[in-house]
């Protein structure tokens, strides 16, 4: 965080005192009240009917019992006349540790400060009403009724006006437009706090908030604001967005759509050139380097992923299954999947059957994976390269399996197509949820999405250049070589990045995302227009209803959104999740504004970058020390590499050092960085190594650090320390006369607040807790090594200890959260699209287009209504009910009423994390990282003849010293460490 945020923070504690520091839902403007000093009266019911929708209003007293967080409440009507509910809860605030006795008038500077020192008291919000606000048609009466958290029935009849009395103390009269804009405000800021809080897309409620904003001639409302203290991407950052497609891409391209266009741009322009790309310069590349035969057939342009052999690809794909087809799920814990997998074996209609895990090795030689993008959820340009033993044999495999795929879905059809003269299997539907093109030559097999990575594939074939011709793929491989028998090997060539950088690419992927917005925006207001009963379902019809906007399908490409059985799909480019490669989408001619816009992204590649460098990647599995534990070394490099294009990177690093320290080996985790030396208040520092370590210790809750001294006294209790060598200037340069205390016999002063420091004339060490400096001395020295790097990390094996304790509880925390939020969702389906409750998850996931899941392992289930409450509720109300997962009922909570996870829960990464330790080194013309983690895996129940680690190779070979090996010279006399250990 930059200085002048620090001084903005401190502006507003100053001046604004306590404003915006508690939770209020709402304010006395937006929606009238009952006095804030306890739960006096609720409001009366109010209705007033109108056109096209009446509004209500209903608050409704919370009881007492109800457990901690926000109350789950559905709200229906008898005759299902109401729509568009928001609930607000009102609270009060409760302080349950009252503060020291002010000093100075109550708001003062001088309590301000004292706050900010003391911190705030000890406060929660606690729920004492729900105000249900929603639309409603017709002017009969209105029988509502609530159930989950609260059960309970009010009849409201509607009138025109409003006498004076009923909205408090010294109102008079509410008008209708008065009563929508309240409900307004109730509706926006109940989405705004869905999308804060809850992990899942934002596609329902921002449809919904922009179709209802407009309709009804409401104020605009952008349901996530950026943060005026968050600075712009950069525009490599920006690029990069664009090149994975990532979600605040999607997100912005939907805001885009569902916002007024700009004027109408035609686009009679043509393609706008690329960068003018320089060649990299390259090193003599050694004459006898072996190159696998498969990189014979790959294009430059494509990415390459070899396993070398079935039982490689097998053990990748076992261990993403583990995930959910996800890998990433094991850390980032998400409430959806969008099974990228899945598709891409549906698209290729192909599946890794159990037959195939076992005479896999007897029939495939070596496989790639090869793309030219890896737009996995949108439909990628991507293929699978086979190097067959057994043609023959191998062949008659697949096309039976593709007769199957044929046989099982009714629409799909299998022709043959000439593509560069030969003969090519199509199987295909006409959505393009199948396109599986076969193309055999020789012992090379290749399926793939797209034709033009199959025409590409045989031109290589029939003498074009190959990756393997490549002058970058040789030099990689003449220091990452076949011989080192990569379990994994991945090569991201040059022009791999031009092509994503290139005209048809960027300006494709924005028109394919606005062409995902269209689909998903139909289908949102399809469900809308089913829920108000209006027919007939097409886009015009739903047009003059204003669900749609009269802009909307009008695109630059010319293509339009397209209704089918199994939903809408885009007619250029097919369903969403399986849309048409953009390698075979024909681009040739482009608006001004998409032209000006990749002007300014061509023009930032030719005069920043000029060229665009390699990555490298490479897995290798050994056995570890452990029966069932294996370790996967791992190397990832960027070479040749210009470290001012990546300056956040150069200005923080020193050079490559092969000093490394000696750190206490108790430490849970530790980390050493050698850090360009800097000049701070006019004192200069040379280079140095700074280090840390943590001990095992559960961290204090972030709830206990609010305010200066909470958080002062749980940095006292962190069993931590931080150190550096050679002696640091930054640590002599420390406020408040930190640095001026003058060490005793031993070395050791103590410096404001109890920090304890250390120092001789090499190292100097903070800690709050002298025993840890005491422990630590003895154990601390400096090493030469056989390897350069700047970073230097390790973490231990956190089986069974106090970390990993505080580690379960976070990720189930947020697990929790994750869990809950889906079945938000799935109410807000209900409430807001009157789907049935039973029907919501299939209703959700088909909206969204990903598979909801529970990251904390269980499965989701409805829950009917209790007897008792399907005999409250009147006879033509919807069979209600709740959605919840089976693994809720295994939580406990604490006395702050949050989560705490069942004996038997760990964060999925702790079940096979065994440790681990990781080095960076950026050198003049490289990148480097390089590291090992020890695996503890069970197999899985569908395994046959799994390779246990048992059976793997040990590694002989110092994995560290690669870098140095590869681009180094070890010839840093200065760095030479005068002291070995105390």
């Given amino acids: 965080m930059t200085l002048r945020v620090h001084w903005k923070l401190i502006c507003i504690v100053l001046f604004c005192g306590d404003a915006g520091l508690k939770y209020s839902p709402t304010s006395a403007q937006e929606i009238p009240t009952a006095p804030q000093g306890g739960y006096v009266q609720a409001m009366a019911p109010i209705a007033i009917a109108g056109e096209p929708f009446g509004v209500m209003r209903v608050e409704v007293p919370l009881p007492t019992t109800l457990s901690s967080g926000p109350p789950r409440v559905l709200v229906e009507e008898s005759q299902g006349r109401l729509f568009y509910p928001a609930i607000v809860v009102r609270t009060v605030e409760v302080v349950e540790q009252q503060p020291a006795p002010g000093i100075g008038r109550r708001g003062g500077l001088i309590d301000r400060l004292r706050k900010v020192v003391r911190g705030q008291s000890q406060k929660r919000q606690l729920p004492v009403a729900i105000t249900v606000s929603a639309l409603f048609r017709g002017d009969g009466p209105i029988e509502l009724q609530l159930t989950g958290d609260i059960e309970q029935r009010v009849r409201i009849v509607p009138s025109s006006s409003v006498a004076s009395g009923v909205l408090g103390v010294g109102a008079t009269s509410v008008s209708h437009a008065a009563l929508l804009s309240q409900w307004w405000t109730a509706y926006t800021q109940s989405a705004r706090q869905a999308l804060a809080e809850d992990d899942f897309p934002k596609l329902v409620h921002k449809v919904l908030v922009s179709m209802l904003g407009a309709r009804l001639n409401l104020p605009a409302v952008d349901l996530d604001p950026a943060d005026e203290d968050e600075e712009e991407l950069s525009q490599p950052l920006k690029t990069l967005a664009l090149l994975s497609a990532i979600e605040p891409l999607r997100e912005e391209i939907l805001d885009e759509v569902l916002a007024a266009p700009a004027p109408a741009a035609v686009p009679n322009l043509p393609l706008p050139p690329e960068p003018l790309w320089e060649p990299a310069v390259l090193p003599p590349v050694p004459a006898d380097v072996v190159i696998e035969s498969l990189a014979t057939r790959v294009p430059p342009e494509c990415f390459y992923l070899r396993f070398g052999s079935f039982s490689n690809y097998v053990w990748f794909q076992e261990l993403a299954e583990r995930y959910g087809g996800d890998i990433a799920q094991s850390v980032l814990l998400r409430g959806f999947n969008y099974d990228a997998s899945a598709r891409m074996e549906r698209m290729l209609a192909t599946k890794l059957t159990a037959i195939a895990k076992m005479f896999g090795d007897k029939l495939v030689g ?3 994976i090869v793309g030219s993008d890896m737009y996995m959820k949108e439909g990628a340009s991507v293929g699978v390269m086979l190097l067959a033993t057994n043609p023959q044999l191998l062949t008659a495999s697949i096309e039976s399996e593709r007769k199957g795929v044929l046989a099982k879905n009714p629409d799909a059809s299998l022709t043959d197509v000439t593509i560069a003269g030969r003969q090519v299997s199509l199987l295909s539907t006409p959505d393009n949820r199948i396109r599986s093109f076969l193309a055999i030559d020789g012992p090379y097999i290749f399926t793939s999405t797209s034709r033009t990575l199959v025409r590409r594939f045989l031109e290589v074939g029939q003498g074009a250049p190959a990756l393997a011709d490549s002058p970058s793929f040789r030099w990689a491989r003449s220091w990452m070589p076949d011989a080192n028998n990569y379990s994994i090997f991945a090569y991201f060539s040059p022009e791999f990045f031009h092509r994503l950088v290139s005209p048809q690419y960027q300006i494709e992927l924005r028109r394919r995302l606005a062409a995902i917005a269209h689909l998903e925006i139909a289908e949102v207001a399809t469900a809308v227009a089913k829920s108000e009963g209006i027919e007939p379902l097409d886009l015009d019809s739903m047009k003059a209803a204003g669900l749609l906007s009269p802009w909307f399908d009008e695109r630059v490409d010319g293509a339009r959104t397209l209704r089918s059985d199994a939903g809408f799909i885009d007619s250029m480019r097919g369903a969403r999740g399986s849309f048409l490669p953009i390698a075979d989408v024909e681009l040739t001619t482009v608006n001004p504004i998409e032209a000006e816009g990749y002007a300014n992204i061509a023009q930032f590649y030719q005069e920043q970058w000029r060229h665009m460098d390699p990555l490298l990647l490479g897995l290798r599995r050994f056995r570890a020390d452990g029966s069932h534990t294996e370790q996967v070394a791992v190397e990832a490099y960027i070479a040749p590499f210009e470290p001012k294009k990546y300056g956040w990177i150069a200005r923080q690093l020193g050079a490559p050092t092969p000093v490394e320290l000696k750190l206490p080996a108790d430490d849970a985790a530790s980390l050493q960085v050698h850090v360009r030396g800097s000049t701070t208040l006019g004192i200069s520092s040379a280079d140095y190594h700074l280090f840390g370590g943590v001990k095992d210790m559960i961290p204090p809750d972030a709830e206990d650090t609010q305010g200066l001294i909470k958080t002062f006294q749980a940095l006292r209790a962190a069993p ?204 003049a013309d490289s990148l480097a990282l390089v590291g090992s983690i020890e695996l503890e895996m069970q197999p899985l129940a569908v395994q046959h003849d799994p390779q246990l680690p048992s059976m793997l190779p040990t590694m002989n070979f110092d994995l560290f010293s690669l870098p140095s090996q590869l681009f180094g010279k070890k010839d840093k006399a200065d760095e030479k460490p005068t002291t070995q250990s105390f």
């Fill in 366 to 368: 070596d496989m790639a």
């Fill in 720 to 923: 931590a320390y931080i150190g550096g060598w050679p002696r640091p200037g930054i640590l002599e340069q420390l406020p408040l006369g930190i640095g001026l205390a003058h060490p005793d016999a031993a070395g050791f002063s103590r410096l404001i607040g109890g920090l304890w420091r250390w120092q001789n004339e090499q190292f100097s060490l903070l800690s709050f807790d002298r025993s840890i400096l005491e422990q630590a001395i003895p154990q601390l020295g400096v090493s030469q090594t056989q390897d350069l790097a700047q970073v230097r990390a390790r973490v231990a094996n956190l089986t069974g200890s106090r970390l990993a304790t505080w580690i379960n509880q976070q990720w189930y925390i947020r697990a929790w959260k994750a869990s809950h939020g889906n079945s938000r969702l799935l109410d807000t389906i209900s409430q807001q699209l009157k789907v049935p409750s039973a029907d919501c998850l299939t209703a959700a996931q088909r909206l969204l287009d990903v598979r909801l899941q529970c990251p904390l392992g269980g499965t989701y289930q409805f829950q009917p209504q209790s007897s008792q409450s399907q005999a409250s509720a009147s006879a033509t109300a919807s069979k209600g009910g709740w959605w919840t997962s089976t693994a809720w009922s295994e939580a406990t909570f604490d006395n702050r009423g949050k989560p705490v996870p069942p004996p038997s829960y760990s964060a999925p990464w702790i079940d096979w994390f065994r440790g681990g330790k990781v080095h960076v080194t950026q050198g």
